[in-house]
């Protein structure tokens, strides 16, 4: 069994790729800043179970000014989960956390997994292709971000990139497509769906519902995380999409058929930097790793419904 690094380890995909990895038998370092994004006690309690495990530790460390390289030499791989997340919120001053908490952190554990000789799986984003210009969009396809946070996903690829042809690091890069499930952010869709439902408080929309996503279950994602640190080829980008494209519109309707219940909406403008449509082709990740989707996305709600009724 291996031991790894797992940044974002108390976040929203990264909580359950830790306690994936602890039921393979591995040993995991969790690092995670616990940044004011959202509140600290979710993330807390999306750690709280893995915490206890034996083989399992913690370290409450900020990517952009510790000191990584005893920690990165101690490990088999590295999980780079961690991030600033979010498109509406990349605008304006804040940009500077994005620059900070994305590309500056990215730079620095890729300069320790150079310097240690371990592969690194990145967190990058669909918001790369911005308004693709073909549907499904591959791995290919030129990078078109139209928000300051995909600019600085692009920027994290790119490092990637010059750490791979220049210094010989490994790294595979693992494009989401907007992840859903339990624990997933508030800030998120679903998640605010979710929570209207529970408590019976508007839900506000923006735009008209019918801009598209290819939604990817958080197990689905996690299960593709693996398997590019166990078995992709060297320096690869893959697109981890849940053949879910839907609307939503279509969304919202089936999460008031699944929780019978009518979601009361408050309809608003479109954010900017919000893309019209995503759609993944996953051709290549399925051709190299055998990886699928397994979760329909009922399947899936049903799941994220069930988790936020326990919540509340």
């Not at 830790?18 to 800043?33: F, K, M």
């Not at 390289?69 to 791989?77: F, M, S």
């Not at 408080?201 to 693996?226: H, I, P, W």
């Amino acid at each position: 069994m291996s031991r790894y690094l797992v940044t974002g380890s108390a976040g929203f995909v990264g909580s359950h790729l830790v306690e994936t990895l602890l039921d393979s038998g591995h040993e995991v370092i969790g690092i995670d800043a616990f940044t004011d994004y959202y509140a600290r006690e979710l993330k807390e309690a999306n750690a709280a179970r893995a915490r206890a495990r034996p083989g399992c530790s913690f370290l409450e460390l900020d990517l952009a000014e510790a000191d990584l390289t005893g920690v990165v030499a101690d490990v088999d791989g590295v999980f780079h989960l961690a991030a600033q997340p979010g498109v509406r919120g990349s605008w304006g001053a804040t940009f500077a956390v994005y620059v900070r908490d994305n590309i500056l952190a990215t730079q620095r554990v890729l300069e320790a997994a150079a310097q240690a000789g371990v592969r690194v799986v990145q967190a990058s984003s669909s918001s790369v292709y911005g308004n693709a210009e073909a549907y499904p969009t591959r791995e290919d396809a030129r990078p078109r971000p139209v928000s300051p946070y995909g600019v600085s996903k692009v920027a994290c690829e790119s490092l990637a990139q010059a750490y791979s042809e220049s210094l010989g690091l490994d790294v595979v890069s693992l494009r989401y497509f907007t992840v859903y499930g339990p624990r997933q952010r508030p800030d998120m869709a679903f998640s605010r769906i979710v929570g209207s439902l529970v408590n019976g408080k508007a839900f506000d929309l923006f735009g008209t519902g019918e801009q598209s996503r290819d939604f990817t279950y958080v197990d689905d994602a996690v299960a593709a995380t693996v398997m590019a640190m166990t078995g992709a080829p060297e320096s690869r980008v893959y697109n981890v999409g849940g053949g879910s494209e839907t609307t939503l519109a279509e969304v919202i309707a089936t999460c008031e058929r699944l929780s019978g219940k009518r979601l009361d909406v408050r309809r608003g403008p479109a954010s900017a930097g919000d893309v019209r449509r995503t759609a993944a082709d996953t051709t290549l990740i399925r051709s190299q790793l055998g990886w699928k989707p397994a979760t329909p996305l009922e399947d899936g709600l049903r799941s994220q419904l069930a988790a936020g009724a326990e919540v509340t």
